[in-house]
């Protein structure tokens, strides 16, 4: 059995008094449309100088820059900065490093 996409999944409709009730009293209360949600960048780029630049000399671009290997892509290491970059570009390589699933089913 091969697992549907979300949107294809079934969905039971809540028309019942009881399951209204039930859903109101859940919310504390609250129905209607939910508000719209702020205008928030999920992503914000760094803006340091160097930030992201590969690595090809083996002399950071600024003092303290961390050099970060990519994986999985063939790219090649870059410089970032200490703490959230390097994390950031550290997790994307981790996370390229896993193979991916290229049949579906199958099971
Ligand atoms: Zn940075």
Do not use: F
């Not at 504390?28 to 090809?56: D, F, H, I, N, Q």
Request: proline content about 8%.
């Amino acid at each position: 059995m091969t697992a549907r996409p979300r949107a294809q999944r079934p969905r039971l409709p809540e028309t019942s008094q009881g399951q209204r009730a039930a859903r109101h009293a859940w919310n504390g209360g609250l129905t209607g449309k939910t508000r719209t949600g702020a205008e928030v960048a999920p992503y914000t780029w760094c803006t340091a100088p160097g930030c992201g630049s590969e690595a090809t000399t083996g002399q950071p671009p600024a003092a303290g820059m961390v050099q970060v290997a990519a994986a999985g892509d063939g790219a090649g290491a870059r410089w970032w900065c200490p703490g959230r970059c390097a994390v950031l570009a550290r997790t994307r390589a981790e996370l390229r490093a896993i193979p991916m699933r290229t049949t579906g089913g199958g099971r």
